[in-house]
């Protein structure tokens, strides 16, 4: 059984912290005795191949990909395989994010930041905004580049499927429901009976070094590929 925390920020997103650059995320990642971390940056993965970088010399797993929010304003996680892939991706960002300035004084800088801890880029459209593509379209197009999709901390107030929607569209093909740290599975299945059928995963949803690994998955994987991590994810379902 492996330990995952598959919703980590990054100085790119501008609510992440200055600190969570790729040698301290990946650090705090085998502090907490974590095997695998998901890094998720708000509409945009050009940080996670830095951070990639660092964990396959020190032995943690990254996938890679973005929190996206949907025109919807719902949070969905989105993870690919593989460079072609990832670049796929952030051109279906990069032509789908609402850009609005951003300003850092208010939201933040956001920075890419390489393993020797140079910043190389720095976004000026505000990262937190919205996309123009609905969750439908964006679970299509993940899994059209043979991605993950999970709709992101389900339980909460704001920015859930369940806020936003009031309800999980039947259509929707997701590979996991995401908790937050502030339930259980077994209590939001109670309230939530429809959807006691899915998998269910919890992560950090970290934006400060001390919280990655705080809350985590274990799945159960033996090799650090992102096939293993897809199949685990479908073997949660009840």
Do not use: W
Request: aromatic residues 6%.
């Amino acid at each position: 059984m492996m330990k995952c925390d598959l919703h980590i920020h990054t100085t790119l997103s501008p609510c992440g912290d200055i600190e969570m650059t790729p040698l301290n995320i990946i650090a705090k990642a085998k502090e907490r005795g974590l095997d695998i971390i998901g890094i998720t940056d708000h509409n945009s993965t050009l940080q996670s191949r830095y951070i990639r970088e660092v964990g396959e010399r020190e032995g943690i797993y990254v996938m890679c990909g973005a929190e996206i929010t949907t025109k919807e304003e719902v949070h969905v996680l989105a993870f690919v395989d593989g460079e072609e892939a990832l670049e796929r991706l952030q051109e279906f960002l990069d032509k789908s994010l609402v850009r609005i300035p951003n300003n850092p004084d208010i939201f933040g800088y956001q920075l890419v930041v390489n393993q020797n801890e140079e910043v190389l880029y720095q976004e000026d459209s505000l990262l937190i905004g919205v996309t123009d593509k609905s969750i439908e379209e964006v679970e299509q197009f993940v899994h059209s580049l043979g991605g993950i999709f999970i709709p992101a901390h389900i339980d909460k107030q704001q920015n859930s499927v369940l806020s936003q929607l009031g309800f999980m569209p039947p259509s929707l093909s997701a590979d996991a429901l995401e908790l937050s740290s502030n339930c259980t599975i077994d209590a939001f299945i109670t309230q939530n009976s429809y959807l006691s059928k899915r998998a269910f995963i919890q992560s950090s949803d970290a934006h400060y070094t001390d919280d990655i690994g705080k809350c985590y998955t274990r799945l159960d994987i033996m090799e650090k590929t992102f096939s293993a991590v897809k199949s685990a994810l479908n073997n949660l379902k009840r």
